[in-house]
Nanobody, 119 residues
Framework: QVQLVESGGGLVQAGGSLRLSCAAS????????IGWFRQAPGKEREIVAS????????YYADSVKGRFTISTDNAKNTAYLQMNSLKLEDTAVYYC????????????WGQGTQVTVSS
């Protein structure tokens, strides 16, 4: 099993920045990719960004390209999402998830952290 714990959410004004962290523990070697997702009220969950643990392969949703940066620190088994130039529409609960070798799916999820962007 893999446990994921997010932190770093909060309230920020539009145009501001936040850095989310996702600390992984347990059998992290059974996973190869970390994804950040978000879900706003009344909307479906969407993927924001993903990265493999080596940090060499990344993906960004069009809505966050140029504003968000995903990274990993393998020594700490932690992934980060640096969010700059935040917009009102970035308000959501943000989740990190780990994709496992066994299924190729995001089998492990954190509890989520709230990000609220105010005007």
């Amino acid at each position: 099993q893999v446990q994921l714990v997010e932190s770093g959410g909060g309230l920020v004004q539009a145009g501001g920045s936040l850095r989310l962290s996702c600390a992984a523990s347990g059998r992290t070697s059974t996973t190869y990719e970390i994804g950040w997702f978000r879900q706003a009220p009344g909307k479906e969950r969407e993927i924001v960004a993903s990265v493999n643990w080596s940090g060499r392969i990344t993906y960004y949703a069009d809505s966050v390209k140029g504003r968000f940066t995903i990274s990993t620190d393998n020594a700490k088994n932690t992934a980060y999402l640096q969010m700059n130039s935040l917009k009102l529409e970035d308000t959501a609960v943000y989740y990190c998830a780990a994709k496992s070798f066994r299924t190729g799916k995001y089998d492990y999820w954190g509890q989520g952290t709230q990000v609220t962007v105010s005007s």
